[in-house]
């Protein structure tokens, strides 16, 4: 009888890799279990499953693999954290006034304010403010991680506009066309991940560099939010939701311009290499697992009835 060939001792350390990985993001979810038991009001609607807490884990520990749990901690929370800002416009603001109020709670947070209240939002991005301030580049990186946090919500807070205000009467328009979506890319959020995970985690060389890596972060932020709007048609129609999809008369274009974007970022992250590789290597990772995870699931749960 032949025997079986036993797996190559290649394809062994692939495997032992990933079960590593697993399982850093295992840790990661428990605790983010944690932060949600801390803040129930804010994670109560039912889109903020146990799968949403995972797949949150997961993400971060596959893009970041070589970390331990404790160095993911700041980051993986702050994806959570970034997902609780996206309910908390898009889908339980009412009128300008409440999108406003949470983007005004947050920044001031971000300048030193303690949470008002009743706002659980910016009582969470307080927790993360204070660990991420037990980080010696805190200090001086402040201002950039809080320029990056007034990206995102003033993103969040454009699209929110896009889709709830009348027709503009000096465009005719009440969407933006493909480039301007791409333009609000930060929506999105991951610049602002990504700053918060360079600032917790960064060596000195990493952090001189981190306007170089910021902008190639943006560049691969327009693919995730293509790859993201591609895979997410279906649900984005159901909630209501803003998609490069409902932008043009062919998908064709979508799809054209992922191709380019995503082409394009390939190269920058090669030249960025030469002198950050580890850093080009998370970056890549992130259009890699995305495009991946995208292929059989999605984030959130199942919305309340």
């Known amino acids: 009888m032949t025997e079986t060939p036993r797996p190559a001792r290649a394809g062994q350390d692939v495997v032992a890799e990933q079960g590593r990985v697993c399982a850093l993001a295992v840790r990661g979810v428990r605790d983010l279990q944690d932060v949600t038991a801390a803040h129930p009001e804010l994670f109560d609607a039912a889109p903020f499953d146990p799968a949403l807490l995972s797949s949150v884990a997961t993400a971060i520990a596959f893009t970041a693999p070589w970390h331990t749990a404790a160095e993911l901690r700041i980051t993986t929370r702050t994806l959570l954290w970034v997902f609780a800002a996206d309910w908390q416009v898009d889908y339980l603001a009412r009128s300008v006034d409440d999108v406003r109020k949470v983007v005004t709670d947050c920044l001031a947070v971000a300048d030193?304010?303690?949470p008002p209240p009743g706002r659980h939002l910016a009582r969470l991005l307080a927790d993360l403010r204070d660990e991420?301030?037990?980080?010696?580049?805190?200090?001086r990186l402040r201002p950039i991680w809080r320029d990056e946090l007034a990206r995102m919500l003033a993103a969040v807070a454009r699209e929110w506009d896009w889709k709830n205000l009348p027709t503009d009467p000096t465009t005719g328009r009440r969407l933006p066309d493909l480039d301007r979506y791409l333009d609000n890319a930060d929506n999105l959020a991951c610049s602002f991940v990504n700053v918060t995970h360079w600032i917790a985690t960064g060596d000195e060389k990493t952090l001189a560099q981190l306007t170089d890596l910021l902008d190639a972060g943006r560049?691969?932020?327009r693919v995730l939010r293509l790859v993201n709007d591609l895979a997410t048609q279906g649900r984005d129609a159901e909630w209501g939701d803003l998609n490069a999809l409902l932008l043009v008369d062919d998908p064709a274009q979508v799809h054209d311009r992922l191709a380019e974007l995503t082409a394009r970022s390939r190269g920058d992250?090669?030249?960025l290499a030469e002198r950050c590789p580890r850093q080009a290597?998370?970056?890549n990772r992130q259009i890699s697992f995305t495009g991946g995870f995208y292929q059989l699931s999605d984030f959130w749960g199942e919305r309340d009835e």
């Not at 991420?132 to 200090?139: C, E, G, I, N, S």
């Open 269 to 271: 992250l090669a030249a």
């Open 132 to 139: 991420l301030a037990t980080v010696p580049a805190f200090a």
């Open 112 to 114: 030193g304010a303690a």
């Open 281 to 283: 290597d998370y970056l």
């Open 219 to 221: 560049g691969v932020q």
